[in-house]
């Protein structure tokens, strides 16, 4: 059984770096194909993909966010750690992370199978 | 850049089939998924590669990929059916649309 845990601070304040940890269990980087990602949603608005990193340490950003981020695997302790600088208002929500396997192929794409409870970081001074 | 759009609110009456949709430029060569929201819950996977469900995924969810539309069909719908749905697909990155609340009235 695959899951899923988002850990962090819940308040944050403008200009500092968020450091949110994800602990999984039911699946590892040891196996071939296997990606974390995580995924954000404000309060009341859409889900906003972010980042991930698959088992081989490559690792994907969204375009528009990508000069913030920083997404890091431990694979002894089963853990993402996921970075995000220059924290402002606009970054609150609640933040996923989720499981993932392979790449898109002509045959298939990934999608996102697992998701963690999700954990709200509100950033207020 | 690429981008997703859903229609912001569906509605259909108990029993009765549900469709939202999900447009994009040429999306019928991409593979979509669709995720179901339920308030204070998080996302759940309903179908993925345009039409397959998960196991554990009534067979009232099915879905559709062609052109420029992939949609999401309910069929028989039912008032534990009521959510935001959300499309996915991949273009440098993932994406998602906004999202379409679905009433079940």
């Known amino acids: 059984q695959i899951t899923l845990k988002e850990s962090g601070p819940t308040l944050m304040r403008p200009t500092q770096t968020l450091t949110l940890t994800c602990t999984f269990s039911?699946?590892?980087?040891?196996?071939?194909?296997?990606?974390v990602g995580w995924v954000r949603q404000p309060p009341g608005a859409a889900l906003e993909w972010l980042a991930l990193?698959?088992?081989?340490?490559?690792?994907r950003y969204s375009p528009v966010l990508k000069s913030r981020l920083t997404v890091t695997k431990d694979t002894s302790k089963n853990q993402v750690l996921f970075s995000m600088t220059n924290m402002d208002p606009l970054d609150t929500a609640t933040y996923y992370c989720?499981?993932?396997?392979?790449?898109?192929?002509?045959?298939?794409?990934?999608?996102?199978?697992?998701w963690g409870q999700g954990t709200l970081v509100t950033v207020s001074s | 850049s690429y981008e997703l759009t859903q229609p912001p609110s569906a509605s259909a009456s108990p029993g009765q089939t549900a469709n939202i949709t999900c447009s994009g430029q040429k999306l019928g060569d991409k593979f979509v998924s669709w995720y179901q929201q339920r308030p204070g819950q998080s996302p759940l996977l309903v179908i993925y590669?345009?039409?397959k469900r998960p196991s554990g995924i009534p067979e009232r969810f099915s879905g559709s990929n062609s052109g420029n539309t992939a949609t999401l069909t309910i069929s028989e719908t039912q008032a534990l059916d009521e959510a935001v749905y959300y499309c996915q697909a991949w273009d440098r990155g993932t994406l998602f649309g906004g999202g379409t609340t679905l009433t079940v009235l």
């Open positions: 989720v499981h993932l396997l392979d790449y898109c192929s002509v045959t298939s794409c990934p999608y996102f199978d697992h």
């Open positions: 990193i698959y088992w081989n340490d490559d690792k």
């Open positions: 039911g699946f590892s980087f040891n196996t071939d194909g296997v990606g």
């Open positions: 590669e345009d039409k």
